[in-house]
């Protein structure tokens, strides 16, 4: 079943488009990455689902419903941008939020009780923002996302400005709430977050869809073009016929091939030219490598086929 | 509805509790309370008994025993003589007579008696000079001479002074009473109608009163209301607001909560100047000042005007608050809507000197000076109903109109950021949908 819906939206602000015909679907119970460079219209498609802005052109649907102010208690919304009260106590504002999305006061300072002390945060209940790091205020804005236990969530990315130890924290609450049968549309520029956690994914550029599809199957689609290889001496053997792009990290090379080009042969060539190959491997491209090459109009696999 | 009432719910608290709120509602009028009563506190405190001795030199047999029995008469009408007495502390003045021989030391005996009233302040003396009921100048020796009820001392020499001088003259007593009887002027308004109501003595000033307190809130208010706006708006708590409530209740719950913090504070000062009236009222009173009389109707047009004022006011430095990114931004977007506010302050002149002149009554009929202007009218002549129902409608009417084009402006203002749109796209923001 689709949680969310969009079909053939289009919104524009005087005479510049900012979503263009775009379509993509949500499964229930599953994590869904929105992806885009900056300005590409994931906020404006968001602000639609959430019913900020209504489309010009096209349905938004959230459990089978055009979106409006009835479904709201429904949807959690973490925007990329945030912030808090600055002269309210967590506690209260928390309660605040919960209050306006139809929790009463009661069930909403029971909620907040547990949600701090899962965050690790019941210390700070009666304490204002500013005593509280950046960190903490960005757990405060996620629980204030999701107090009244909404259907559908929309987290803008939910771990900048975290420490490890906070992601890895809240990334195991957003895999529980997935395991409770929620929905999660996961909107960020960390693509290995991405392939951590997301199901499906869509990405989109000058407001229209570039790619989507599951996870798994999109990278199949770009198909084991991409070398992982980690060797010791120089990188000349790597010619322009083989190789379309590499990237040179500390610890080992990410070599994306030519169409046709063959694996070995790079192999072949690294030991004739005397390198100590330590590791090779044949992998499908990373969703880092994807999202630049879909962005950047270089990718060299036609994804027409699917869409 | 209910979301707009959380949100009033929590602009109200969150103002409320404040420590500023807390200081400007409650303790500036308890200063200003003690800042009047402290010192009249203090002055008629003294109270008790004063022991007054007289040094008589006037030669006058029945003046040192007339101004007993003026001091003794006071509050009984009858025997008053041409004076009010404030009955200003309770100051028992015991006076004894020391009659001063021709011969003796003056220098003297006013040396043993100042000594005396330096080491006990409720021994005083009073000196009569030779010279008789025509030339009489009394001088009074205390430690404290700022003491109100000194006042008391000094009518009742002059009663007696003027008492003698009439009885000399050959009146007796009931006449001297009847001709010195005390006229009262009665002030009566002539109101809508041509109907007569009490009071109007202190109408210039309740009228001003009312003009600056109606400026002075709405502005105080008005910009809370835009600063408020900024905050949310700066500290991006909007974007996690919208996904809840519409822009247009977040507005109107906004402007709601902080109104009915200023009608608490405009609440608790009444009620305390209220006191203070009830109690300073005698005091003021006696001292030939009169409080206004301030009809209730009148208290019920400036809580209107105050309300609509406020609404329509508020409504517009939301606008502006929704469409700068700062405050420094918002010191420049806010002047037109302040000098809105501040024309009438610069006019009212005019009005008060001329308050039924065509300009006038149109001036009041203009929806964004009627709040000052139209409440200071009233306060001055009471003009006809009419055209106190007519400039309300003229304003309700307004503030729809400026309510609607405001959340159309807010609701794409709050998610702007950057450069400050121009009058071209404001408009263009209108027709958004």
């Given at each position: 079943m689709n949680v969310v819906e969009l079909k053939h939206v289009t919104k524009r602000f005087d005479q510049f488009?900012?979503?263009?015909?775009l379509s993509f679907e949500v499964r229930q119970g599953t994590i869904f990455g929105l992806l885009g460079p900056n300005g590409a219209g994931k906020t404006t498609s968001i602000r639609m689902i959430v019913n900020i802005f209504a489309p010009d052109e096209g349905d938004v649907l959230v459990m089978s419903k055009h979106v409006s102010p009835e479904l709201q208690p429904h949807i959690g919304y973490l925007p990329e941008e945030r912030g808090l009260y600055?002269?309210?106590k967590i506690g209260d504002q928390l309660v605040f939020f919960a209050n306006l999305k139809g929790v009463n006061s009661t069930e909403a300072s029971r909620r907040v009780d547990e949600w701090l002390k899962r965050l690790e945060l019941s210390d700070w209940k009666n304490k204002k923002p500013t005593d509280l790091s950046k960190g903490m205020q960005q757990k405060v804005q996620f629980i204030a996302s999701v107090i009244h236990d909404p259907d559908v969530m929309i987290l803008d990315?939910?771990?900048?400005?975290?420490?490890p130890v906070s992601v890895n924290l809240l990334k195991n609450v957003i895999l529980d709430l997935k395991q409770r049968g929620k929905t999660i549309i996961f909107s960020t520029h960390q693509m290995e977050q991405v392939e951590q956690i997301c199901d499906d994914i869509c990405l989109i550029n000058h407001g229209t869809q570039v790619l989507s599809g599951g996870l798994k199957e999109v990278k199949r689609r770009f198909g084991k073009n991409t070398v992982i290889m980690d060797y010791e001496g120089p990188d000349s053997f790597l010619g322009d016929d083989l190789v379309k792009h590499h990237n040179r990290f500390p610890n080992y090379s990410e070599i994306l091939l030519n169409d046709?080009?063959?694996a070995q042969e790079v192999l072949k060539r690294a030991l004739a030219a005397g390198a100590r190959v330590n590791r090779f491997e044949l992998v499908e491209p990373s969703l880092n490598e994807i999202f630049i090459e879909s962005v950047t109009g270089k990718a060299s696999v036609s994804n027409g086929g699917e869409r | 509805m209910k979301k707009v009432l959380i949100i009033i719910k929590r602009e109200y608290l969150v103002r409320v509790r404040t420590r500023a709120f807390m200081i400007g509602t409650i303790v500036s009028p308890l200063f200003m309370l003690a800042l009047i009563a402290l010192p009249i506190f203090f002055a008629t405190r003294g109270g008790g008994d004063r022991r007054v001795a007289v040094l008589d030199q006037s030669g006058e047999p029945d003046l040192f025993d007339a101004i007993r029995k003026s001091l003794a008469s006071r509050g009984n009408p009858d025997e008053e003589l041409n004076r009010r007495d404030p009955?200003?502390?309770?100051t028992n003045y015991a006076l004894t007579r020391r009659v001063v021989a021709p011969g003796e030391d003056m220098n003297a005996l006013q040396t043993e008696y100042s000594q005396k009233a330096d080491k006990d302040p409720d021994s005083t003396y009073l000196i009569l000079r030779p010279g008789g009921l025509d030339k009489i100048e009394p001088e009074y020796y205390a430690k404290n001479t700022s003491d109100f009820s000194i006042g008391t001392l000094e009518r009742a020499i002059n009663d007696a002074v003027s008492g003698l001088r009439l009885k000399r003259a050959g009146l007796d007593q009931a006449t001297i009473s009847l001709y010195t009887k005390r006229v009262e002027l009665t002030r009566k308004k002539v109101t809508a109608g041509g109907g007569v109501s009490e009071g109007g003595r202190a109408d210039f000033v309740v009228a001003f009163v009312m003009l600056f307190f109606i400026y002075m809130s709405v502005l105080i208010y008005g910009l809370f209301v835009m600063r408020g706006v900024i905050e949310e708006k700066q500290s991006r708590i909007v974007e996690l607001l919208v996904s809840s409530v519409r822009p247009t209740q977040m507005m109107l719950g906004k402007v709601i909560g902080i109104g009915l913090v200023g009608l608490t504070q405009i609440g608790v000062w009444a009620v305390s100047a209220l006191l203070l009236t009830t109690v300073g009222v005698s005091t003021f009173e006696s001292r030939g000042m009169r409080m206004p009389n301030i009809p209730i109707s009148l208290l019920v047009y400036f809580v209107v005007f105050f309300v609509l004022g406020y609404f329509l006011y508020a409504t517009l430095y939301a606008m502006v608050g929704s469409t700068v990114s700062s405050e420094e931004e918002a010191q420049q977007a806010q002047i037109p809507v302040t000098l809105l506010l501040v024309v009438p302050m610069v006019i009212f002149n005019m009005i008060i000197a001329n308050p039924t002149s065509t300009s006038s009554i149109a001036l009041s009929m203009v929806p964004f000076f009627a709040p000052t202007l139209m409440m200071m009218r009233i306060a001055v002549v009471n003009p006809p109903l009419w055209q106190i129902l007519l400039s309300m409608a003229i304003m309700i009417a307004t503030i729809l109109l400026c309510v609607w084009i405001a959340a159309r402006i807010y609701r794409v203002g709050i998610l702007m950021y950057g450069k400050r749109p121009s009058i071209t796209e404001l408009g263009r923001w209108l027709r958004y949908s």
């Open positions: 488009v900012a979503v263009k015909d600055k002269k309210m990315e939910p771990f900048s400005g975290l420490d046709g080009a063959d | 009955g200003v502390g309770s």
